[in-house]
């Protein structure tokens, strides 16, 4: 089965900008998440979805940080504005058969000048 | 709060070398507890897998890791380490209110010398 694709795989952008990062699970995956990983550290979840419903968000800094699942399938998370500590891979994992595998994309690398 | 430490920043072995990665955990009932490898621009796969039972657990690429409940660890382990398995090795727990919301550690860089 193909696995979840990422897009972009890179993004450089200067603060203030805004930008967009998408998300195809696994078909067929209900629960999708997006994790934010800084250099150096695990990743950490901004956000799980079960379809398109909203399952967790307290991570997410909803100032700036807002992601959709509007059809239950594919994501959006989007930036606006974005501020130098965004920089960051933002990792895109949906939720397999398997209980509580989470199969993760390749990620997107977005830096912040 | 459950958290999840990984004391290894970084561990250089050579190839053929045994291999284990600590990791212990904060958490207020029995933990789900999972590894994860993340090869350089790649996402992360899993390893192996912990919910109950027997307190080895094999998983792939031929790793095994142990849940000691009294030293709240679960190691990773692997008898002979090949110059492929350099990566990223991150150990995880579910959240006790939402197991299937994982609690990163910050990882350990493992370095493989021929």
């Known amino acids: 089965e193909a696995g979840v694709a990422q897009s972009p795989r890179y993004k450089i952008i200067e603060k203030r900008q805004s930008v967009a990062f998408w998300c195809n699970p696994i078909s067929g995956h209900a629960t999708l998440y997006w994790y934010q990983q800084i250099l150096g550290q695990g990743p950490k979840l901004l956000i799980q979805f079960q379809n398109n419903g909203v399952v967790d968000d307290s991570q997410l800094p909803k100032d700036r940080f807002s992601a959709e699942r509007l059809k239950g399938v594919d994501s959006t998370l989007k930036i606006q504005p974005a501020k130098l500590e965004d920089s960051a891979v933002y990792l895109c994992?949906?939720?397999?058969?398997?209980?509580?595998?989470?199969?993760f994309g390749p990620g997107t690398r977005l830096t912040v000048l | 709060a459950q958290s999840v430490t990984q004391p290894d920043i970084h561990i250089t072995v050579s190839e053929g070398a045994s291999l284990e990665l600590r990791c212990n955990y904060s958490?207020?009932?029995?933990?789900?507890l999972f590894w994860y490898v993340q090869s350089p621009g790649q996402g992360l796969q899993l390893l192996l897998k912990?919910?109950?039972?027997?307190?080895l657990v094999q998983g792939i690429k031929g790793f095994e890791a142990e849940f000691k409940r009294s030293q709240s660890s679960f190691n990773l382990r692997k008898p002979s380490v090949h110059w492929s398995d350099a990566a990223e090795y991150f150990c995880a727990v579910g959240a006790l209110y939402n197991t299937d919301k994982l609690i990163f550690g910050t990882g350990t860089r493992l370095q493989v010398f021929p």
């Open positions: 994992a949906s939720l397999g058969s398997s209980y509580n595998e989470q199969f």
């Open positions: 912990y919910f109950s039972g027997d307190t």
């Open positions: 958490y207020g009932a029995t933990p789900y």
